[in-house]
């Protein structure tokens, strides 16, 4: 499985961005969909996921601004982020988790894209 993020950029605080991430493959049932962000000297956080039977999580510093969705037409998942701040600066990177069995599976990221937001 490939991912190929795209959309990020350079916006002022109070904006608002939408990254895509386009799968390789048909979005397989099994998977676990998700956005993950690393800021500089800071380890790669948690930001949004979206299992196949539609269930949703947010990282606590993002719910209620940033909106996770797919669009399984186009093998795309998609990351709609509004009232952004600085400290939303970072690289988002892509995820997808395919499961082999209820303990088991194999993580595929994309190369990431770079979300810088001005003061």
């Known amino acids: 499985v490939q991912l190929e993020e795209s959309g990020g950029g350079v916006v002022q605080a109070g904006g608002s961005l939408r990254l895509s991430c386009v799968f390789s493959?048909?979005?397989?049932?099994?998977?676990?969909m998700g956005w993950y962000r690393q800021a500089p000297g800071r380890k790669r956080e948690f930001v949004a996921g979206l299992a196949s039977n539609g269930n949703i999580n947010y990282g606590q510093s993002v719910e209620g601004r940033f909106t996770i969705s797919r669009d399984d037409a186009k093998n795309t998942l998609y990351l709609q982020m509004n009232s952004l701040k600085p400290e939303d600066t970072g690289v988002y990177y892509c995820?997808?988790?395919?499961?082999?069995?209820?303990?088991?599976?194999?993580?595929?990221w994309g190369r990431g894209t770079q979300v810088s937001v001005s003061s």
């Open positions: 493959t048909t979005i397989h049932e099994r998977n676990v």
């Open positions: 995820n997808s988790r395919l499961y082999t069995s209820p303990h088991n599976w194999n993580d595929y």
